[in-house]
């Protein structure tokens, strides 16, 4: 097994990143001196081939086309031959990136690390950006957003919420982060202002699909107006997302199983 491999594992573990971990684990005798080899697939893209291109292309599109919910073996044909591997996963950290330590955020940070995820909290202003007002934020940040972004590792985040001051530093942000393989990527704003923000990125030649994935505006229609009503909202559509789920109030999940 090659020890670069387990270099690029360890970097991706201490960066809370993810990975899909493809391990050979049986082939045609005259591929046998190959068993033991792995595949890592980090963001969708491979660092380099198992066997050759063609069969490291396959496996690739195997593990596009299935849903992964723990370690399993699966079993490809390729040139003539039948191939096993063991496919795990390094997964990410629960881990989110709050860009602005506006009112919003705090109650946002709060409700972040209620529900598990390890929140790093960025702000120019020293006034606002501090443990004392983040007290479960695990890193707060004082810096200029287009430093601290340089600086931060962005892969690493399962969550990115932009709620800058008066949306001033939201486009420098969104520019960041947008082509990140955060599963969660959300902006607050008005229907108007977010149109306006993708219409310019999209003229910047920015991926359209990247920009599809955008949430925003941000966060559930809860009829939300205070500062914590605003933040439950976004952390109500990070958990759903994350597990895919209907936002459908539980007691009309209930009628719809009573009237099935």
């Known amino acids: 097994m090659s020890k670069a491999i387990f270099e690029r594992l360890r ?10 971990i493809i391990t050979l684990i049986s082939a045609p005798e005259q591929q046998a001196g190959n068993i033991g080899q792995m595949l890592l697939i980090t963001g969708g893209r491979y660092e380099q081939h198992l066997l050759d291109e063609g069969f490291t292309r396959l496996i690739m599109a195997e593990v596009n ?22 496919w795990d996963k390094l997964s ?10 506006g009112h919003i955020s705090q109650p946002l940070t709060q409700m972040l690390a209620m ?10 202003r020293p006034d606002f950006a501090n443990t004392a007002r983040f007290p479960l934020a695990e890193q ?9 972004l340089a600086e931060l590792s962005l892969s690493g985040f399962g969550a990115i919420i932009i709620v800058t001051r008066g949306h001033r530093s939201d486009l420098e942000c969104l520019r960041a ?41 941000i966060g559930l229609d809860i009829g939300a107006e205070t500062p914590a ?29 009573a009237h099935g």
């Open 11 to 20: 970097q991706l573990a201490g960066e809370s990143g993810a990975a899909d």
């Open 115 to 124: 529900v598990g995820y390890a929140v790093t909290v960025v702000d120019d």
């Open 65 to 86: 086309s299935a849903e992964w919910k723990r370690p399993l073996l699966m079993t490809i044909d390729y040139d003539g031959g039948q191939y096993r591997f063991f």
């Open 140 to 148: 707060v940040v004082c810096q200029n957003f287009g430093k601290a």
């Open 92 to 101: 990410r950290q629960k881990s989110a990136l709050v860009l602005g330590a």
């Open 177 to 217: 982060v947008i082509e990140q393989p955060a599963a969660y990527v959300g902006m607050i704003g008005s229907q108007g202002r977010v149109r306006v923000v993708i219409n310019t990125m999209t003229e910047e030649g920015f991926d359209k699909d990247a920009l599809a994935r955008l949430r925003a505006p």
């Open 229 to 257: 009503e605003i933040a439950l909202g976004i952390v109500s559509e990070i958990v759903a997302s994350k597990s895919n789920a209907g936002c459908q109030p539980m007691s009309e999940k209930r009628r719809c199983k």
